[in-house]
């Protein structure tokens, strides 16, 4: 095949690498590898991405605007994101591993996503904003046609159809993406592995914005986890939700529960007590699930004994902080009047 590639012309080449069809100048071509002044050709669709740095306070630090060509802006967004080293101590050894934030396939194949999936013709730019609380999130326009991450996530055949498909065909045969359906897949196989949160993907406003974690939040959790056995990815990923405090559905709350993986209602839940078991969480889940009714009417009847009397306000102030964790404001309000009315 090199031998072929030395005898093609530069025509033969782009057709061949499927940027260029018969010889003629794509859209693709243009984004690819065409000079900033060819982005007129695209109009009214626009090509361009920008990065931000930002502060923990939410402060823009610093910023920088890239134009294609996109085959060599991949890279020159990549220089330009810090991803510093980051120190944290497996499980079983005494010596700290290091690590780069964000693996560098997380940050090619996410921006590479995000320019092979763009929707052009909205007009926006593709941004990739590092914030220095270790967090990195890239966002690009355009409805996310698989609808969910779980789409792809748990099928194991490529996508029917997609926006741009002559571009990601493109950028495939460059390199710049992963085989066609096994990207973000990859991703979060790549995150778990490390113990870090799994990706956060928000597919509202017509537009696709994921949230990559550089980090353990909770070391002793995510390690345990993976030793809890018969688990899948869906539930792995489930289960992230639910640690992260975010909704999951009522088929998900289902099979984690058949599983007694999970406790609670329905936007109440919270991690099982044998999960928490297994991952050493048990004073954590106990301040989640709370105590017997029992424990707090005896704490209203001491705090009485010992004042002789009290104020509504004063028993809001004396229980809240007592009562479980994955009770709201109100819920916590309605608890403490039913407790003081018993």
Avoid: C
């Amino acid at each position: 095949m090199a031998e072929d590639i030395k005898g093609w012309d530069d025509i033969t080449f782009l057709n061949k690498a499927k940027i260029t069809i018969r010889g003629q100048i794509t859209n693709s071509a243009i984004i690819l590898l065409g000079y900033y002044e060819s982005t007129y050709f695209l109009s009214p669709a626009q090509a361009h991405i920008t990065w931000i740095l930002k502060g923990t306070d939410g402060i823009e630090k610093d910023y920088q605007h890239f134009e294609p060509p996109f085959l060599l802006a991949l890279d020159e967004v990549y220089n330009k994101i810090r991803n510093l080293n980051y120190r944290y101590m497996p499980a079983g050894t005494l010596f700290p591993e290091e690590v780069q934030q964000y693996d560098p396939y997380i940050i090619r194949e996410a921006l590479s996503n995000a320019i092979g999936h763009q929707d052009y013709q909205l007009g926006g730019r593709i941004t990739v904003v590092e914030k220095e609380d270790s967090t990195l999130i890239f966002q690009n326009s355009g409805e996310f046609i698989p609808k969910t991450i779980e789409n792809v996530l748990l099928q194991d055949a490529p996508e029917v159809s997609y926006r741009n498909p002559f571009l990601v065909n493109a950028m495939v045969s460059l390199n710049m993406m992963d085989t066609i359906g096994s990207g973000i897949k990859t991703m979060y196989q790549i995150q778990y592995k490390r113990f870090f949160p799994l990706p956060d993907y928000d597919l509202s406003d017509n537009r696709v914005r994921v949230k990559f974690t550089g980090k353990v939040l909770d070391q002793e959790y995510a390690k345990q986890l993976a030793q809890v056995g018969n688990l899948s990815l869906h539930d792995i990923i489930a289960l992230d939700k639910v640690q992260k405090r975010q909704a999951i559905t009522e088929d998900e709350a289902e099979t984690l529960r058949k599983k007694s993986l999970i406790e609670g209602r329905k936007n109440n839940y919270m991690i099982a007590a044998d999960v928490a078991r297994h991952t050493e969480q048990q004073a954590e889940y106990m301040q989640m699930r709370g105590l017997d009714d029992a424990y707090y009417e005896t704490a209203v009847l001491e705090f009485l004994k010992q004042f002789e009397q009290a104020q509504r306000s004063d028993f809001d102030k004396f229980l809240s902080n007592k009562l479980p964790d994955i009770l709201t404001d109100e819920q916590k309000f309605h608890k403490i009047k039913n407790l003081l009315q018993k």
